[in-house]
T-cell receptor, first 114, second 114 residues
Framework: DAGVIQSPRHEVTEMGQEVTLRCKPISGHDYLFWYRQTMMRGLELLIYFNNNVPIDDSGMPEDRFSAKMPNASFSTLKIQPSEPRDSAVYFC????????????FGPGTRLTVL | GESVGLHLPTLSVQEGDNSIINCAYSNSASDYFIWYKQESGKGPQFIIDIRSNMDKRQGQRVTVLLNKTVKHLSLQIAATQPGDSAVYFCAEKSRGGSNYKLTFGKGTLLTVNP
């Protein structure tokens, strides 16, 4: 099993630019989670999907952030326009059933907004 | 101005010693707890979990203890090895409904000295 795949692994962009982060969950997993990790706030859940449907997006910081899951094997997290305070490591995770099933994390995307 | 980062609790042990990492949680409604290990540059990796109807659970070289009275969770690592050096996070899930959110603690940095 390839595990959760994220791309790119590193992204450096300038303030105001659009950033798109990508995630491929583990095949057969029905739940997909997007997290953000910073030194100040630790690991925070942004949004999660069940069967491609967004269930809870209360962790999304503001309207500049959006996430989609067009099919069971692909999800995107978009930031438009990006700001320096968005600099963080963004993780995607997936799980089979969600509730008490193990969440498997991808390697993360380190985003730097200049 | 520059943001002040979190100062992670740090535990430094000698190779071969046992390690105990502690975590306090605040939500008495939490019914499921997980320990994750995060190595530098990687995503969190599941170690062991425990449900609230249990006090203790053992895995390979790891034991998790849950004290619901004082809302305390601990991870014990036996015969700590250099490969155990990482940041360890506890995470909790609140009971009820369709809430599959995990809330992560701030983490503890474990350093194993050879």
């Amino acid at each position: 099993d390839a595990g959760v795949i994220q791309s790119p692994r590193h992204e450096v962009t300038e303030m105001g630019q659009e950033v798109t982060l990508r995630c491929k969950p583990i095949s057969g997993h029905d739940y997909l989670f997007w997290y953000r990790q910073t030194m100040m706030r630790g690991l925070e859940l942004l949004i999660y999907f069940n069967n491609n449907v967004p269930i809870d997006d209360s962790g999304m910081p503001e309207d500049r952030f959006s996430a989609k899951m067009p099919n069971a094997s692909f999800s995107t997290l978009k930031i438009q326009p990006s700001e320096p305070r968005d600099s963080a490591v963004y993780f995607c995770a997936s799980s089979r059933q969600g509730s008490t099933d193990t969440q498997y994390f991808g390697p993360g995307t380190r985003l730097t907004v200049l | 101005g520059e943001s002040v980062g979190l100062h992670l609790p740090t535990l430094s042990v000698q190779e071969g010693d046992n390690s105990i990492i502690n975590c306090a949680y605040s939500n008495s409604a939490s019914d499921y707890f997980i320990w994750y290990k995060q190595e530098s540059g990687k995503g969190p990796q599941f170690i062991i979990d425990i449900r609230s109807n249990m006090d203790k659970r053992q895995g390979q070289r790891v034991t998790v203890l849950l004290n619901k009275t004082v809302k305390h969770l601990s991870l014990q690592i036996a015969a700590t090895q250099p490969g155990d050096s990482a940041v360890y996070f506890c995470a909790e899930k609140s009971r009820g409904g369709s809430n599959y959110k995990l809330t992560f603690g701030k983490g503890t940095l474990l350093t194993v000295n050879p």
